[in-house]
């Protein structure tokens, strides 16, 4: 299984101050930054797109991990590129097999990493299956897309189990991210179920020391590591 790494999501900071949420992430040694895009279609909230993330990008090194929450990536995705995203995470709800191939040709065809994300009901399609030596993350949403500040819904955490044990199974390295409402009092049982890209939006902007909260997350991810 690959390493454990913090992704702090910045749309739970505040939105006008965007640069202080990357600083913060930089302090605190987080391993990437979670950009939470929403069109207003896909889900009910409007975030910020392409500018924003490019607005970002000269404030740091540290991999920008994109997760489009919306339902036209096909007309997107370049302009993501251009703007300096690591990672561009699509959702399967709106892709199939050929839909997919299509835009993983594109950004890995520009050097960038693919993910591939689904909401809690969402069950893991077998055309993604067939398609993991081509994702190099796995985005399993454990609360609806839309805003951060919501609870970990733990029925999806079976989800996590499934996917990291074919994942195993198949001996691949895909990483598994889970995203939504990681909190530390949930990190162990996260981790013992497979995940090991942590997104933290509350669990991490909404603390009272944020930098600290990133190597608080770390230290207890870490550990339920050292269990397994
Ligand atoms: C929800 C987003 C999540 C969210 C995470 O639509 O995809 O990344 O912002 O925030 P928390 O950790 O607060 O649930
Ligand atoms: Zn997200």
Do not use: C
Not at 16 to 36: M, T, Y
Not at 90 to 107: K, T
């Amino acid at each position: 299984m690959n390493g454990i790494r913090i992704a702090p999501s910045i749309l739970a900071w505040d939105l006008g101050d965007l640069e202080k949420a990357v600083e913060i992430s930089v302090r605190g040694g987080a391993d990437q930054i979670h950009l939470d895009v929403i069109d207003g279609h896909f889900a009910p909230n409007i975030t910020f797109g392409a500018g924003t993330v490019k607005a970002l990008r000269p404030r740091t090194d540290l991999k920008f991990d994109t997760h489009l929450m919306i339902e036209n990536p096909q007309a997107y995705v370049e302009k993501f590129l251009d703007a300096g995203s690591d990672i561009i995470t699509f959702h399967a709800e709106v892709l199939n097999g050929g839909s997919f191939d299509e835009l993983q040709r594109v950004v890995r065809g520009r050097g960038r990493e693919v993910g591939l994300a689904f909401k809690p009901k969402t069950e893991v399609p077998r055309w993604a299956l067939d398609r993991l030596d081509k994702i190099s993350t796995l985005v399993v949403m454990t609360v609806n897309p839309g805003f951060s500040g919501q609870t970990l819904d733990p029925s999806v955490l079976p989800k996590v189990q499934q996917v990291r044990e074919y994942i195993e199974e198949k001996g691949l390295g895909t990483d598994i991210e889970v995203d939504g409402g990681v909190e530390p009092e949930n990190v162990h049982e996260v981790v013992r179920r497979g995940g090991n890209v942590l997104v933290a939006g509350a669990g991490v902007y909404g603390k009272k020391d944020p930098v600290g909260a990133i190597a608080a997350l770390r230290e207890r991810a870490e550990s339920a590591r050292r269990k397994l």
